[in-house]
């Protein structure tokens, strides 16, 4: 298994990481849990010291987690913190699956388990053009470790090229996220308040997808207007290294690597000198090409610094939209 990725199951198609155990189309949510290995439960155990000669001293106020299958130490807290086991975290799908608005496609852990997530496809989606389909999904994630966020989320996926985008709240159109800390027990009912305006926050992504389609965009101007000032704000703020980074020799690996995605990405070549060009290009680079592992690119591509790198450049490109 891929570095990072401790264990997947899916249903459909293979995932864009192209990993995993395949489940029968419509599985349930046991049945889901079983087969991508997250029939498991962190247990609370008292923290010791170790003084040696076989004594050992409990410390006060720090608990150890420990996975009740391996005995793996998951995480270190104090009294207050709680982690969302996995099988609560994949019960916040069933809802959604029982009532016939989505299908549990994928779940699964990274990172030795300390992540743990599912990623449903809701009934709808749209096409940018005749062809070009993207759908819509609610994905959760849930972190166990002390200091990180459960995480649920409307995301998209453009089916050409399986890119992955999360949606932005964008001038006051709605949460398209819920976070919270491991303090309280998991709040299913805020949680599906704040995602319950899936389909509207999914219009309005088609309606960016369109617009974005639309504006014609140079790789000069994508270069100079998005992608330096997203990924290198440094050489933006310099008026000599701007005019510079045009040339292939002086642009840095990652600039050439988007580059050769805004160019050469499945489904690009007929988008071609567009907005949605470039913010495929980049989705495309940052969850099929970037880093060394399939692992990798999933953690930062869907919780991690690229998840946020897609968004800004999105924000990049519907300013010079409008």
Excluded at 128 to 135: A, F, H, I, K, L
């Amino acid at each position: 298994m891929a570095h990072q990725v401790e264990s997947i199951a899916y249903a459909n198609e293979v995932p864009w990481h192209g990993i995993g155990n395949r489940v029968e189309e419509n599985s349930t949510v046991e049945e889901m849990q079983v087969a991508a290995g997250l029939n498991w439960e962190l247990e609370r155990k008292p923290l010791l010291a170790d003084l040696g000669g076989g004594e050992m001293l409990p410390i006060e106020g720090k608990s150890a987690w420990v996975r009740n299958t391996d005995r793996r130490v998951m995480a270190v807290s104090g009294p207050s913190w709680r982690p969302l086991q996995p099988g609560k975290t994949l019960e916040f799908m069933r809802d959604y699956v029982q009532a016939g608005a989505a299908t549990l496609e994928t779940a699964g852990s990274l990172r030795d388990g300390k992540v743990v997530w599912g990623l449903a496809r809701l009934k709808h989606d749209f096409e940018v053009r005749p062809g070009d389909r993207v759908n819509g999904y609610l994905l959760i994630t849930s972190p166990n470790e002390v200091g990180t966020a459960i995480s649920v989320r409307t995301t998209t996926v453009r089916v050409v090229c399986a890119n992955t985008m999360a949606l932005a709240n964008r001038a006051g159109r709605g949460q398209t996220q819920y976070k919270q800390n491991h303090l309280s027990e998991f709040d299913v009912t805020a949680a599906k308040e704040a995602v319950g305006n899936a389909h509207e926050q999914l219009a309005q992504a088609e309606k960016n997808a369109r617009t974005l389609d639309k504006l014609k965009l140079s790789i000069a101007d994508s270069i100079t207007k998005v992608l330096v000032p997203v990924f290198f704000p440094e050489i933006a703020a310099d008026d000599e290294l701007l005019a510079a980074i045009h040339l292939t020799e002086n642009q840095p690996k990652k600039l050439q690597q988007i580059l050769a995605s805004v160019e050469d990405a499945p489904g690009n070549k007929e988008i071609s000198g567009t907005g949605w060009a470039t913010l495929n290009g980049v989705t495309h680079w940052a969850d099929h090409i970037y880093g060394h592992n399939a692992g990798t690119r999933m953690m930062r591509s869907w919780m991690g610094d690229n998840s946020v790198r897609k968004l800004e450049v999105e924000e990049k490109l519907l300013e010079l939209a409008e």
